[in-house]
């Protein structure tokens, strides 16, 4: 019962902002990495930007220095501040975790079900 739900995608024109966020809930045990991707039809899913439990961050290079991924530990929730948007960042974007589900006491990645973004030029 590990959910991840998201939230914030939306129509924004060339240059301006969006901030994604992705709460997970459910019986967590812990959570280690969490990660932001995207995909537009007919490409492979990539990865947009990640955090460690600790706090270290990797980018994409296409969004480095535009995007900011951080996390609330106390909330279970990851967040992706988007700036400076691009028509190319246009695409569903996915939030990502690696969680330990406490009723099955098991690792796994759970995937959020996507949220639009689309970049108007």
């Known amino acids: 019962q590990v959910q991840l739900v998201e939230s914030g995608g939306g129509l924004v024109q060339a240059g301006g902002s969006l901030r994604l966020s992705c709460a997970a809930s459910?019986?967590?045990?812990?959570?280690?990495?969490m990660g932001w991707y995207r995909q537009t039809p007919g490409k492979q899913r990539e990865l947009v930007a990640g955090?460690?439990?600790?706090?270290?961050?990797n980018y994409a290079d296409s969004v480095k220095g535009r995007f900011t991924i951080s996390r609330d530990n106390a909330k279970n929730t990851a967040y992706l501040q988007m700036n400076s948007l691009k028509p190319e960042d246009t695409a569903v974007y996915f939030c990502?975790?690696?969680?330990?589900?406490?009723?099955?006491?098991?690792?796994?990645?759970?995937w959020g079900q996507g949220t639009q973004v689309t970049v108007s030029s």
């Open positions: 990502n975790a690696f969680i330990r589900n406490s009723l099955v006491y098991s690792w796994a990645n759970y």
């Open positions: 955090i460690t439990s600790g706090g270290t961050t």
């Open positions: 459910g019986t967590i045990s812990s959570i280690n990495t």
